[in-house]
Each structure stands twice: as structure tokens, then as C-alpha cells.
T-cell receptor
């Protein structure tokens, strides 16, 4: 079975500061890992996806995530937060790159202070 | 590409009533997924279709839940004899068939069971 744990249900950062959202996974097979963002009243949008091609994955809106097998982690970062980054972020895992039976974490809400 | 649309956006019902939700995926997307999201949690996989065939159902999907995709286009999710525990956001998503395709989510139907 695959699962993810997101550390911290809420993160507050200053505009221009580093954004770091933590995600650890548990998987019995090589995992496919995802980060999604959810803005109020909108559907989830894919930020980035790890499919084993490269351990550092670059996504949209300046986000990136690094897959670390030794730490079973897939943390999401953005060097400089913008007010528009305020949203809820979800880490998710699946068994297959063609399999969207995703297991999601509980989510991390990001607020950005001016 | 008009995106994944879900109807209604909100549904309030009394315990014991039946409700039906509709999802219109992106045109020509072969795969359609239903997820459920409760407050403070990430989405949970319920079921998915490839064209008109329902390929998998989660154990979360009790006998009171039924989903259909009769012509491989739109899908309906029906909940019979609703319970207060059914209150949640019901999300629909679709994707093309093929490796490394993206999953597109709708904005969801918020169900409140009184």
C-alpha cells in the first residue's frame, strides 16, 4: 500500500521568503509522487510529478521538489514566496505513472504575510 | 478545452434522501475518477472508469453508492439513503489514456446532509 504524510497542516511565510512543505511517503513499490495545489473554489491543479526520470523535479509557478529515497521524502520548495502562493497544497502517491488512484496527504495550508 | 465540470456545486439534503451528482469530463478523456474530500483531509479515491467500464471501486464506496458512465462521456454518482457522514466534497477528475498524462480535477460538489 502507498501513503504519504505531510508534516505541518499550516505554514506561514513572509512574502519573498523560502517556502518549504514537507512530505514523506511509504510505498512497497517505486512510487510516483505528485504535488497538487488547491485555490479556494477551484479544482486541484498539478504542480509537479516525480516519475523516476530525475530526482529534482521542476514544476509550475517556480516550485520544485526533490525525491530522496534514503529519507523517503518528496519535499516541495519555492525560493521566494508570492502572495498568490497562498493556497492548500497536497502531496500524493500512486503505484504507476499511468495510475491516478492517488493516495493524498492531509494537506498543508500556506499563508503569505506581506 | 472547457475543463471538468460538476453539477451541482452545492447540495443540501436531509438524512435518508437520495442524491445524484453529475460530472462532465474533458472531451475525449478516456478515464474518469471520483474522489471524496472531507474537511481537513486530502481527497480519497472512490472509483474510476475507463470509457464506460468501471474498473475499480474503493472499499470506501459502500453499497449505498453507485456510479455510472453509460456512454463513456459524462458520469453520475448516486448516494442512496444519505447519512450525515456522507457530507463531503465530491471531486471528479479526468485524464487521457496513456503514460504520463495529467489528471484534471473539477471544482467539486459540496454535499451537506442535515
Amino acid at each position: 500500500a502507498q501513503s504519504v504524510t505531510q508534516l505541518g497542516s499550516h505554514v506561514s511565510v513572509s512574502e519573498g521568503a523560502l517556502v518549504l512543505l514537507r512530505c514523506n511517503y511509504s510505498s512497497s513499490v517505486p512510487p510516483y509522487l505528485f504535488w497538487y495545489v488547491q485555490y479556494p473554489n477551484q479544482g486541484l491543479q498539478l504542480l509537479l510529478k516525480y516519475t523516476s526520470a530525475a530526482t529534482l523535479v521542476k514544476g509550475i509557478n517556480g516550485f520544485e521538489a526533490e525525491f530522496k529515497k534514503s529519507e523517503t521524502s518528496f519535499h516541495l520548495t519555492k525560493p521566494s514566496a508570492h502572495m498568490s502562493d497562498a493556497a492548500e497544497y497536497f502531496c500524493a502517491v500512486s503505484r504507476d505513472s499511468n495510475d491516478y488512484k492517488l493516495s493524498f496527504g492531509a494537506g498543508t495550508t500556506v499563508t503569505v504575510r506581506a | 478545452d472547457t475543463g471538468v465540470s460538476q453539477d451541482p456545486r452545492h447540495k443540501i439534503t436531509k438524512r435518508g434522501q437520495n442524491v445524484t451528482f453529475r460530472c462532465d469530463p474533458i472531451s475525449e478523456h478516456n478515464r474518469l475518477y471520483w474522489y471524496r474530500q472531507t474537511l481537513g483531509q486530502g481527497p480519497e479515491f472512490l472509483t474510476y472508469f475507463q470509457n464506460e467500464a468501471q474498473l475499480e471501486k474503493s472499499r470506501l464506496l459502500s453499497d449505498r453508492f453507485s456510479a455510472e458512465r453509460p456512454k463513456g462521456s459524462f458520469s453520475t454518482l448516486e448516494i442512496q439513503r444519505t447519512e450525515q457522514g456522507d457530507s463531503a466534497m465530491y471531486l471528479c477528475a479526468s485524464s487521457p489514456l496513456g503514460p504520463n498524462e495529467k489528471l484534471f480535477f473539477g471544482s467539486g460538489t459540496q454535499l451537506s446532509v442535515l
